[in-house]
């Protein structure tokens, strides 16, 4: 007996969702045909391939989540589909932000101009270190994915495993300790690419200033600025929905032990419309994705 309230987010959702997929995925298609066509793949194509997929099956991830929930509850009764999809989607939503973050890292080091030996030492090497970074992001996602399960599964054992009344008040306190402790894990991993992505656009705002003083009437000089401001529209734009993302993550763990509340139902809606927002920012700050999606629209 489905309700307004669950009517309306099946619907919110299931667009969301298929928006962001067909988004992401228009990414990597046009990705992997450049890589059949030129028979090579550059350190920017990478990362952007590993983020439309992961931003994609994150979605869909989340969309077969929301409406298995609304439609079929009960499956969520049934050992361990809830635990499985709670750490897919942690994993998903993590490889999501450490490879934005990645991302926002590699722009500022490959066009930021500092004269700093170490900074000159990752501009030779980033090309080389993007795979690795990208192998860390799904290592990291990994081990979050792996503890968010065990907690997810001790928290669902408890529960079942409680059947006196008088285990309430002790059950209460152990599940209240865990999702403090998924909570923090997860939100120790979103701060950290957060820091990252407001130290690259500091740095590459920093190096942008420096170069407009120095600048002369010169057609390279006018070509690295318009580098900068690409670069900065980007990562700017992605420092934007990070922030609000960071408070829609606080306003989570104010929310989430109310059930059917509008106020969370809205925090997720703006968590879950990030990632399409941020992939069309990407598809309008490069050249070769804009043009084909234009000729396509």
Not at 36 to 63: A, D, H, M, P, Q
Not at 106 to 132: E, G, Q
């Amino acid at each position: 007996n489905a309700t307004s309230y669950d009517t309306m987010a099946t619907i919110i959702v299931t667009l969301q969702a298929f928006a962001g997929m067909w988004i992401n995925a228009f990414i990597v298609c046009v990705l992997c045909i450049t890589w059949v066509k030129k028979k090579s793949f550059n350190s920017n194509e990478k990362i952007l391939l590993f983020l439309g997929c992961s931003r994609f099956w994150y979605l869909c991830i989340t969309w077969v989540y929301t409406i298995f929930s609304i439609i079929y509850p009960w499956c969520f009764y049934v050992h361990p589909i809830p635990q499985i999809f709670v750490a897919i989607q942690s994993f998903l939503n993590c490889s999501n932000l450490w490879v934005s973050a990645c991302l926002c890292v590699f722009y500022c080091i490959k066009i930021a101009n500092f004269r700093h030996n170490f900074f000159i030492y990752l501009k030779v090497r980033i090309d080389r270190m993007v795979p690795w970074l990208l192998l860390a992001s799904v290592l990291l996602s990994l081990i979050i994915c792996i503890l968010v399960f065990d907690l997810t599964n001790e928290v669902r054992g408890n529960i079942l495993n409680s059947t006196t009344p008088g285990n309430f008040w002790e059950l209460s306190v152990k599940t209240d300790d865990h999702l403090f402790a998924t909570f923090f894990i997860s939100g120790f991993g979103f701060a950290t690419a957060f820091l990252t992505v407001i130290c690259s656009a500091l740095l590459l705002l920093f190096s942008l200033w420096r170069h407009k003083r120095k600048m002369q009437t010169n057609s390279a000089k006018n070509l690295s600025v318009d580098a900068h401001m690409k670069a900065m529209k980007s990562i700017l734009s992605f420092s934007f929905i990070y922030s609000i993302n960071f408070m829609c993550l606080v306003l989570t763990l104010i929310y989430s032990t109310k059930k059917e509340n509008p106020v969370l139902f809205l925090i997720l809606v703006f968590q879950y419309v990030f990632p399409v927002v941020h992939s069309l920012t990407l598809i309008f700050s490069n050249p070769k994705l804009e043009k084909t999606l234009l000729k396509i629209l």
